[in-house]
């Protein structure tokens, strides 16, 4: 198969954690008889350096044109003083919301290998962590009205927090879906005690649930749930839940599984071209010093390969090299423990390749 595969590298560790992916991609090409052609796409602080805009036009409609999008991580403290609506987050997020990629899938599951890089009593990892945050992506309060005004001489901000019913059914039936192809279990989060959104948002979970009688829904709400994750996540199978609470509950969630940069995740909305990215940061201090870890770029290649381009075998191949890695001792700084063999980061992304195998 053909595939265009439009690359932002972006910002910080960016760069480096991508180049891995981008190896990675090449050898299954080549094993599995596949053509990807990259066309790199400019967003976050080095658009705003070369374009004056995290994310110009031009460079939107190349992600638009292309099958898919690979993304490493954009920002940096180099563009903190930049005015909100110029910064290189928001470039992701009109990327985001250009795409119309609503539904952002975060799993949580741990390795076996690195049961000891959780930082969670070993009687908890033992019982099991394995569940998906689904963050709807494009709306909430990232996508409300931001303004910071004088009111009556007193420096005031405001950032307005909207969801439509039809915004929160559509992130509801993916959250019923996922949990249809697994356990079953839906837990829809929220604050509901508090937020007319959160309210809403249970109305409508309910409501579906009518059409999904063999998911189990429950409720909870955020706070309880932060305090959920740490105490027993094996009670978890998927979360669902708004654009800002998903950000918050999935940096969480990614701790207990050892590192955040284990994590990928993909964001999909009505088309098969999604949107493919690590979950963790630009990480600027780590920068270019070829220690950061490239497994959640890897394994997003590996998500992109799955669900936008039917490509499961291939996609299994790329995970079980990951698995075959860690098998062997191999470790980043992030994950590194006593008795394992520490690697930088394009050391990693050539063992990781080296051990892609067809099944
Ligand atoms: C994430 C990030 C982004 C978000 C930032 C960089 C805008 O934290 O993907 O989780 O908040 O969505
Ligand atoms: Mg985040």
């Known amino acids: 198969m053909n595939k265009q595969i439009a690359v932002i590298r972006g910002d910080g560790i960016g760069p480096e954690i991508i180049e891995q992916a981008l190896r ?10 596949h053509t990807f ?62 795409m119309g990629v609503y539904s952002n899938n975060r799993p949580a599951r741990i390795w076996p290998q690195l049961a000891d890089a959780s930082p969670l009593k070993k009687e908890i990892v033992d019982r099991g962590i394995d569940f998906i945050i689904v963050r709807e992506l494009i709306g909430g309060i990232y996508f409300g009205s931001h303004t910071t005004s004088d009111v009556d001489g007193v420096k005031t901000a405001v950032d307005v927090l909207t969801y439509d019913e039809r915004e929160i059914e559509r992130i509801g039936r993916i959250g019923f879906e996922t949990a249809r192809k697994r356990g079953k279990r839906l837990c829809s989060v929220e604050k509901s005690n508090v937020l007319d959104s959160s309210r809403l948002w249970k109305k409508v979970m309910h409501a579906l649930a009518e059409e999904y009688p063999d998911v189990e829904l429950s409720d909870m709400l955020v706070d ?27 940096d969480e969630a990614s701790m207990i599984t050892g590192s955040i940069g284990m994590i990928p995740s993909s964001s999909l909305g009505a088309s098969s071209c999604g949107l493919y990215e690590p979950i963790h940061g630009s990480a600027p201090d780590i920068a270019g010093m070829d220690i950061a870890n490239p497994i959640g770029t890897i394994l997003s290649a590996a998500m992109m390969l799955r669900y936008s381009f039917d490509m499961a075998e291939e996609a299994d191949a790329i995970e079980r090299a990951v698995g075959a890695y860690l098998d062997a001792g191999w470790r980043t700084a992030d994950v590194m423990q006593p008795g394992m063999k520490q690697v930088g980061c394009s050391e990693c992304g050539a063992l990781i390749c080296s051990l892609i195998t067809k099944a």
Request: with cysteine; proline share 5%.
């Open 24 to 33: 990675v991609l090449e050898k299954v090409a080549a094993l599995y008889g």
């Open 224 to 250: 309880n749930c932060a305090m959920q994750i740490v105490k027993n996540p094996a009670q978890f199978d998927v979360i669902v839940t708004e654009n800002m609470f998903g950000d918050i509950l999935s």
């Open 37 to 98: 052609t990259f066309t790199d796409v400019d967003m976050g602080g080095c658009a705003i350096d070369k374009w004056g805009d995290p994310l110009p036009e031009a460079e939107l409609a190349k992600c638009l044109a292309s099958d898919s999008v690979l993304l490493g991580a954009v920002g940096g403290s180099k563009w903190n003083d930049v005015p909100g609506h110029m910064r290189p987050e928001k470039g992701l997020l009109r990327l985001r919301a250009g």
